[in-house]
């Protein structure tokens, strides 16, 4: 592997993978915002690129790790003194408990932890994965450490949601985007992990490049709003009221970040839906979809000039666009649903 000097167990990350291959120590940012659709790898490329700066062996890169030294032990221990992470919502502050390797680290407790220096490496590494911010004021709160903070300590955050954080925040970030997997890449890595080879395949060719999509299908979990999602599509394009209810986006016990990742699904679904039906109306029945097992459903809806189409699509991207700031999940739903209209019913 291009870059890599010992063991860094990826899939995919093609993109990152050249980035950082040919990237030396001494040009390492302090901060790096990975971005991507769920399930496409970031949190794992974050914690073996953690595990790389910890690393105890001599390497001339950035990426390897040997996997015996003393830190990479700890590291795979989860006990290393140098590795601070957590995931989900970062609040104000909360009461008691400890930082290190918390599941729910509050802002008070990142601003000390980014205040340290390595212990027994040269690199102090706080990952944060899926992060959003309860409040501006927990984001404001770490604003000065994510723009300097002291030599040695590397910020990495992960989201599929950029928009969600603060604009101040992503501008002090260096920002990593990582594409959905290779087909073949999701299927290797369910089968490795046991899947039967058979729904492993089915699985990997629905889930549009996403592992975390692919075991949720296989657990039923997914099926229904992916379901839900192309049939709000098909509804949505001919006119009719295309209830969007599966979203839960009224459910209370939801933070605002979980509904826009909601409708970031959607938006991802209907855009894979969208080209498929442009795609069966340029080439033909015969050619080969992204949904494989939703051709009849797009096959059935109705024709479109193509000047429509490619309006839609672009409109689409405008959606997502629209996500990704702090217009409210239940608006966004419906300017994309204005978006497929047919003209006459908008």
Same mark, same amino acid.
């Given at each position: 592997?291009?870059?890599?000097?010992?063991?860094?167990? /990826? @899939?995919?990350?093609?993109?990152?993978?050249?980035?950082? $291959?040919?990237?030396? *120590?001494?040009?390492l940012a302090h901060g790096y915002l990975f971005t991507g659709p769920a399930g496409v790898g970031k949190k794992t490329f974050a914690r073996r690129f953690a595990q790389s700066l910890i690393c105890e062996t001599a390497k001339p890169t950035v990426l390897g790790y040997c996997g015996?030294?003393? $830190?990479?032990? %700890?590291?795979?221990? $989860?006990?290393?003194? +140098?590795?601070?992470?957590?995931?989900?919502?970062?609040?104000?502050?909360?009461?008691?408990?400890?930082?290190?390797?918390?599941? !729910?680290?509050?802002?008070? +407790?990142? @601003?000390?932890?980014?205040?340290?220096?390595?212990?027994?490496?040269?690199?102090r590494v706080v990952m944060l994965g899926d992060v959003s911010f309860a409040t501006h004021e927990a984001a404001n709160a %770490?604003?000065?450490?994510?723009? !300097?903070?002291?030599? $040695? /300590?590397?910020?990495?955050?992960?989201?599929?949601?950029?928009?969600? %954080?603060?604009?101040?925040? *992503?501008?002090?970030?260096? !920002?990593? &985007?990582?594409?959905?997997?290779?087909?073949? +890449?999701?299927?290797?890595?369910?089968?490795?992990?046991?899947?039967?080879?058979?729904?492993?395949?089915?699985?990997?060719?629905?889930?549009?490049?996403?592992?975390?999509?692919?075991?949720?299908?296989?657990?039923?979990?997914?099926?229904? @709003? *992916?379901?839900?999602?192309f049939a709000w599509f098909a509804r949505a394009v001919r006119g009719e009221h295309a209830d969007a209810s599966f979203l839960r986006l009224d459910d209370r016990s939801l933070?605002?970040?979980?509904?826009?990742?909601?409708?970031?699904?959607?938006? !991802?679904?209907?855009?894979?839906?969208?080209?498929?039906?442009?795609?069966?109306?340029? &080439?033909?029945? +015969?050619?080969?979809l992204l949904a494989t097992d939703q051709r009849e459903r797009i096959a059935a809806l109705p024709s479109r000039d193509a000047r429509a189409l490619v309006a839609m699509l672009a409109a689409i991207g405008d959606t997502e666009r629209l996500a990704n700031t702090n217009v409210s999940a239940g608006l966004v739903v419906d300017h994309l649903r204005m978006q497929l209209a047919p003209p006459a019913a908008r």
């Amino acid at each position: 592997m291009h870059g890599v000097t010992g063991s860094f167990d /990826v @899939v995919g990350a093609k993109a990152p993978l050249a980035f950082f $291959g040919n990237l030396d *120590r001494a040009r390492l940012a302090h901060g790096y915002l990975f971005t991507g659709p769920a399930g496409v790898g970031k949190k794992t490329f974050a914690r073996r690129f953690a595990q790389s700066l910890i690393c105890e062996t001599a390497k001339p890169t950035v990426l390897g790790y040997c996997g015996v030294c003393p $830190g990479c032990t %700890l590291f795979v221990a $989860g006990t290393h003194p +140098d590795f601070v992470t957590s995931e989900g919502v970062v609040k104000i502050g909360k009461e008691g408990g400890s930082a290190l390797h918390d599941e !729910e680290l509050s802002a008070r +407790d990142l @601003v000390r932890e980014l205040s340290l220096h390595g212990y027994r490496s040269a690199y102090r590494v706080v990952m944060l994965g899926d992060v959003s911010f309860a409040t501006h004021e927990a984001a404001n709160a %770490l604003l000065k450490f994510f723009e !300097e903070p002291p030599k $040695g /300590v590397v910020v990495i955050l992960t989201t599929n949601g950029p928009g969600a %954080l603060l604009a101040t925040i *992503r501008s002090r970030m260096l !920002e990593i &985007a990582f594409g959905p997997l290779p087909s073949t +890449d999701v299927e290797r890595v369910l089968v490795a992990s046991g899947v039967d080879p058979e729904k492993a395949h089915f699985a990997a060719e629905v889930a549009l490049g996403s592992i975390t999509r692919a075991r949720a299908i296989l657990d039923g979990d997914d099926a229904g @709003v *992916r379901d839900a999602s192309f049939a709000w599509f098909a509804r949505a394009v001919r006119g009719e009221h295309a209830d969007a209810s599966f979203l839960r986006l009224d459910d209370r016990s939801l933070t605002g970040a979980e509904k826009r990742a909601l409708v970031g699904e959607l938006i !991802e679904l209907v855009r894979v839906a969208a080209r498929d039906w442009v795609a069966l109306a340029v &080439a033909g029945a +015969d050619i080969p979809l992204l949904a494989t097992d939703q051709r009849e459903r797009i096959a059935a809806l109705p024709s479109r000039d193509a000047r429509a189409l490619v309006a839609m699509l672009a409109a689409i991207g405008d959606t997502e666009r629209l996500a990704n700031t702090n217009v409210s999940a239940g608006l966004v739903v419906d300017h994309l649903r204005m978006q497929l209209a047919p003209p006459a019913a908008r």
